[in-house]
């Protein structure tokens, strides 16, 4: 239980498939007091601690579960990272992620539903899979990574289906097995070889230009002229003095009207949002510099940042299926430098 609890601290969404669990679980026990006073004191613990701890240790007190409850579920505020129909997991996300083994995953409960099987997963797992998918397809936002949690739940449903399946049409079921392997292998080069490679790239090669090129003493400035998100930092950086400029992603917490973040901002006009004294200081004036940008957006403010010293310095291949429309098959790392060079 404390294990459980702690694994919501981090993920709170993990309480949707936690909680209907333990509900089950009290439901069938015989001493539902005795598991209740021991659910109350595990999960207090870690809760408590957590609750202390965001607070810094002292008044006010803070609550970061109710505040991520209030803004995703309550206000809508994920919308501000993108929307997507209901229907998105069941026609993309859940398909992709799990290689279409869900279809397969479902046959395998509709089998088992009315049988008592050996071996046969409980269905509990399914329902808290079916669960978790409604909450989320209620969401404005979501995302591919939000439904890893519950492939765990819905394979050993696929693997029923398959066994049964196996007994009525080995052949076929030969040949589909030979499918999901190619399917994965393909996915795994693909996602881990070539998708989204260039900020991981680019990363590596900036914290060892930093290394080798910086004195110790000198903060170095990193500017990403990129969508919100594109790059990893503290896990690369937290060793080397580095201060990083990013465009703003902050939702509107404040519900004003017509808002905009600056990476939309920016996106949207990047020539006029550079003209702006305050953001031409913030973004482009640093001593020591280097500027990630995607080649796309680099092509319309090329004069500016030629004029201010910025060469281009390496050039990677990203991706070849963007992923959102701010985003480029190219990447480009600058560097105030007058003898850069590209490589």
């Not at 509990?124 to 939000?146: G, M």
Request: include cysteine; charged fraction near 15%; hydrophobic fraction near 45%.
């Amino acid at each position: 239980m404390i294990l459980g609890t702690l694994s919501i601290v981090i993920r709170p969404t993990a309480i949707l498939i936690w909680g209907l669990l333990g509900i089950h679980h009290l439901y069938r026990s015989n001493q539902r007091f005795a598991l209740l006073r021991t659910a109350i004191f595990s999960c207090s613990l870690p809760l408590l601690f957590t609750v202390a701890l965001d607070s810094d240790f002292h008044f006010p007190l803070k609550f970061p579960l109710l505040s991520f409850a209030q803004f995703n579920f309550f206000t809508g505020g994920s919308a501000h990272f993108g929307v997507h129909p209901w229907y998105w997991y069941l026609v993309d996300g859940l398909l992709l992620t799990s290689a279409g083994m869900y279809i397969a995953a479902i046959g395998g409960y509709l089998y088992q539903v009315d049988r008592q099987l050996p071996r046969s997963p409980p269905k509990i797992l399914f329902l808290t899979a079916l669960f978790y998918i409604n909450v989320h397809s209620w969401l404005p936002h979501k995302e591919h990574r939000f439904i890893l949690p519950i492939l765990p739940l819905l394979l050993p449903f696929a693997g029923l289906f398959l066994q049964y399946m196996f007994t009525k049409m080995q052949k076929f079921v030969q040949g589909v097995i030979l499918f999901y392997v190619i399917v994965n292998v393909i996915a795994a080069i693909f996602f881990c070889k070539f998708h989204q490679r260039g900020v991981l790239e680019a990363t590596k090669d900036i914290v060892e230009d930093i290394s080798l090129r910086r004195p110790s003493n000198s903060i170095v400035h990193i500017v990403q002229l990129t969508p919100c998100y594109s790059m990893p930092q503290y896990a690369y950086f937290h060793q080397l003095p580095v201060e990083h400029h990013m465009l703003d992603c902050t939702p509107n917490l404040l519900n004003k009207p017509n808002y905009i973040d600056e990476s939309d901002l920016f996106h949207a006009d990047p020539v006029k949002f550079l003209y702006n004294a305050d953001n031409y200081e913030e973004y482009l004036l640093h001593r020591h510099s280097y500027v990630v940008i995607y080649k796309k957006t680099y092509q319309k403010i090329s004069s500016i940042l030629k004029e201010t010293g910025y060469r281009i310095w390496r050039k990677y291949s990203h991706t070849i299926m963007p992923s959102s429309k701010n985003q480029d098959t190219v990447l480009f790392v600058l560097k105030r430098s007058s003898n850069a060079l590209m490589k």
